[in-house]
């Protein structure tokens, strides 16, 4: 295989789900982290391989890719193997499921998420509308109708899916924690996903740095 490099911030849930999926599929990769506050990302090198400038950024020894959904899934369907094919599984309805929570996070959860954190980070903003939590809340409640008789998001396998959605879900605790009373197959698929051996390197560890930082800014729901 040729040289693996990621590109991108702890900070960012689509790039902790990409490290996620390298680590369970055991690949050796470098990770190079990227100052977008200092501008890195707007850099011609980086351009070059992403003219949208955004994280994560992949390079598979000269083939760049960005938006961590088809990272993931070209990751998997290229170096998948002795069993980990099932992350991605390549029987098309079971990949079907896969594609429809991949589309649900990037569509449903991942703006409800941004529409909470983004005034918080980028405009400084420390007044949450009580509205944007019950649309939280009720992302939770969709994930929760996900897991009803399966252990993992789509399926009795993990998958991708899993990995995205954690990577969210494990930064949006700060604003809405998950009750096992309210929401019990998402709050266990949530310790299932924790007990995975690469799960406090590629996304526990890191997302403790991002809700500090949440936390710091002193919001308040109103």
Same mark, same amino acid.
């Given at each position: ?115 909470? @954190?983004?005034? *918080?980070?980028?405009? !400084?903003? =420390? ?5 944007? #939590?019950?649309? &939280? $809340? /009720? ?10 008789? @399966?252990?993992? *998001?789509?399926?009795? !396998?993990? =998958? ?5 959605? #954690?990577?969210? &879900? $494990? /930064? ?13 197959? *998402? ?16 996304? /526990? ?18």
């Amino acid at each position: 295989m040729g040289k693996l490099t990621l590109y991108g911030i702890d900070g960012s849930p689509p790039v902790r789900s990409v490290l996620l999926t390298l680590n369970a599929l055991g690949l050796p990769f470098e990770y190079k982290v990227i100052n977008l506050f200092g501008g890195d990302h707007l850099k011609p090198e980086f351009l070059k391989m992403n003219p949208l400038h955004t994280v994560p950024t992949l390079d598979d020894d000269g083939f760049y890719l960005y938006d961590s959904h088809a990272i993931n899934a070209y990751l998997v369907a290229k170096y998948g193997k002795d069993g980990k094919e099932s992350l991605y599984p390549k029987d098309l309805q079971q990949r079907a499921i896969v594609d429809q929570r991949l589309h649900y996070d990037s569509s449903v959860f991942g703006s409800t998420a941004r529409a909470i @954190t983004f005034p *918080l980070i980028r405009e !400084n903003q =420390t007044e949450i509308a009580q509205a944007k #939590i019950d649309a &939280l $809340s /009720g992302v939770y409640e969709s994930l929760n109708l996900f897991l009803k008789s @399966t252990d993992y *998001l789509a399926g009795n !396998n993990l =998958t991708i899916a899993d990995f995205s959605v #954690i990577a969210v &879900l $494990s /930064g949006m605790v700060v604003f809405l924690e998950v009750d096992a009373r309210k929401f019990p197959n *998402l709050a266990g698929w949530v310790q299932r996903i924790k007990k995975l051996p690469y799960y406090e390197e590629a996304n /526990g560890s890191k997302v403790t740095q991002f809700t500090d930082f949440l936390k710091s800014k002193n919001f308040t729901i109103v």
